[in-house]
């Protein structure tokens, strides 16, 4: 299960920091990620992270965004900085790994609105 927090409402130029925290039977997570869906529009890859805690942003976001997780808590966050309003939709939290009885598992957060004002 992944709960997903930290939305809202932003004027552009702002900031806003997104968090998701994972539970249940989980032995390890591959990956964790943000997605986000616009209105009108499919959901997009936002920003990924490995277990070994490599990166991968889409160009839009690059150099405003930054993508962390900590392992401990199962807890992946996305630092959102200088957002214009083109970032505005609705941001899901994604999380790949292996629960304890061994079954793969790809899950989603239930999202989180982001709205940035001009």
């Known amino acids: 299960q992944l709960q997903a927090s930290g939305g809202g409402l932003v004027q552009a130029g702002g900031s806003l920091r997104l968090s998701c925290a994972a539970s249940g039977n989980i032995l390890a997570i591959n990956i964790m990620g943000w997605y986000r869906q616009a209105p009108g529009k499919q959901r997009e890859l936002v920003a990924t992270?490995?277990?070994?805690?490599?990166?991968n942003y889409t160009d839009s976001v690059k150099g405003r965004f930054t993508i962390s997780r900590d392992n401990a808590k199962i807890t992946v966050f996305l630092q959102m900085n200088s957002l214009k309003p083109e970032d505005t939709a609705v941001y899901y939290c994604n999380a790949a790994g292996i629960r304890r009885d061994w079954r793969s598992f790809d899950s989603w957060g239930q999202g989180t609105q982001v709205t940035v004002s001009s």
């Open positions: 992270i490995t277990s070994g805690s490599s990166t």
